[in-house]
């Protein structure tokens, strides 16, 4: 009968005194996010900018658009800028 007592511990309590609480759905997702994020930004960090959300969500609809328009206006200076020295060296040859 040695065999049994060792067997005991691992019964399941009573029903009566177990209690499930509901998890937090928010805390959950936010962590699976953060694993998420971490694991792509390990992998390839452009690709986590291009595909998740940013992590600055707190910048309002204002300066969002701002940085926008910031992004777009610096693009165009120097791609205009890389022009000029592109005709530069072909007139050199």
């Known amino acids: 009968m040695e065999g049994t007592d060792s067997i005991q511990h691992l019964q399941v309590p009573d029903t009566a005194e177990l209690q499930l609480s509901c998890p937090d759905l928010d805390d959950l997702r936010s962590?699976?996010?953060?694993?998420?994020?971490?694991?792509?930004e390990a992998l390839d960090s452009g690709l986590m900018k291009r595909t998740?959300?940013?992590?600055?969500?707190?910048?309002?609809?204002?300066?969002?658009?701002?940085?926008?328009?910031?992004?777009?206006?610096?693009?165009?200076?120097?791609?205009?800028?890389?022009?000029?020295?592109?005709?530069?060296?072909?007139e050199e040859v």
């Not at 962590?31 to 792509?40: G, I, K, L």
């Open 31 to 40: 962590q699976r996010q953060e694993r998420t994020r971490s694991a792509m």
């Open 52 to 90: 998740l959300p940013d992590i600055c969500s707190h910048i309002s609809l204002e300066e969002r658009a701002a940085v926008c328009i910031q992004r777009h206006f610096r693009g165009h200076l120097g791609r205009k800028e890389y022009l000029q020295a592109l005709f530069y060296k072909f």
